[in-house]
């Protein structure tokens, strides 16, 4: 639907027993807001998506383990996805994150009829940050690309165009 968006955080559908150790720690460790509780969710985390591919169903479950330096998901998850729609393939996307400054984020106040249930994107009142700064540096980000790049390319992963 975009190129670029905001993160939303969220706890819906997180069950830490389907995340790699080190991000079951993290999620441990602090929880997202919770709109069911009438708590307002601040978007910090906007993203461009700076590359896309799709592996061949047959291939995404090898595909997912090739990448698990990339992803956080258990092998219990990896099986649980693929089995949904497996002929649709799994589409990879490479994802630039830039954190908005304090005083220019978006805060969502609760509503569970525009922001609640299982969604993939949600419409938010236009909110254009100004102030961003990225998460990791150009030259991480760079070397991180070029290992993501020739990991895909052994995978025989198609590139599909990014607008």
Not at 71 to 89: E, F, I, N, V
Not at 146 to 160: H, I, K, N, Q, S
Request: charged share 25%; proline share 3%; glycine share 6%.
């Amino acid at each position: 639907r975009s190129t670029e968006f905001a993160l939303f955080p969220t706890n819906f559908h997180v069950d830490a027993a389907l995340l790699a150790r080190e991000e079951a720690a993290a999620l441990a460790a602090g929880a997202a807001p919770d709109m069911k509780k009438g708590e307002s969710v601040t978007l910090a985390l906007v993203t461009r998506v700076t590359g896309a591919w799709i592996v061949d169903g047959a291939r995404g479950l090898e595909a997912l383990r090739a990448l698990k330096n990339y992803h956080c998901w258990s092998d219990a998850l990896q099986q649980t996805r693929l089995a949904y729609k497996p002929q649709m393939g799994l589409t990879i996307l490479e994802l630039r994150a830039y954190e908005a400054a304090a005083g220019n984020r978006a805060t969502l106040e609760a509503d569970l009829e525009r922001y609640g249930g299982c969604k993939s994107w949600i419409d938010i009142d236009p909110w254009t940050p100004t102030t961003l700064r990225a998460c990791v540096s150009d030259e991480d980000f760079a070397e991180r690309g070029a290992r993501l790049r020739a990991d895909l390319e052994a995978l025989d992963a198609t590139d599909v165009l990014v607008k």
